[in-house]
Nanobody, 127 residues
């Protein structure tokens, strides 16, 4: 059973940056497609970005395009979400998810297609 662990969340001022990490201790994360999602209080889970297992393709949703960047380092068995120009409305719990099969750009934003999820990391954007 793949166990995902997110880290890097915290409190940041508007306009600031954070870099989230996703790791899978004991497993080869490079075997999985990765997606990043978030969920704010009272809102549905929202897809942010996804990346294929080899990092050949990435996709960012319109809500974060130009501010967030997904990446992965399979040699280090990690995936990342670089978040810049953060806004108060970015406040949420952020999750990474792994899929055993590659997902198309259309499918990778569908949370139900992911097989494994981390416990989430809190991101709070506030002055």
């Amino acid at each position: 059973q793949l166990h995902l662990v997110e880290s890097g969340g915290g409190l940041v001022q508007p306009g600031g940056s954070l870099r989230l990490s996703c790791a899978a201790p004991g497993f080869t994360l490079g075997n999985y497609a990765i997606g990043w999602f978030r969920q704010a209080p009272g809102k549905e889970r929202e897809a942010l970005a996804c990346i294929t297992s080899t990092a050949r393709r990435t996709h960012h949703t319109d809500s974060v395009k130009g501010r967030f960047t997904i990446s992965r380092d399979n040699a280090k068995n990690t995936a990342h979400l670089q978040m810049d120009s953060l806004r108060p409305e970015d406040t949420a719990i952020y999750y990474c998810a792994a899929a055993e099969y590659e997902l198309s750009e259309t499918d990778c934003v569908e949370s139900v297609l992911y097989d494994y999820w981390g416990q989430g990391t809190q991101v709070t954007v506030s002055s």
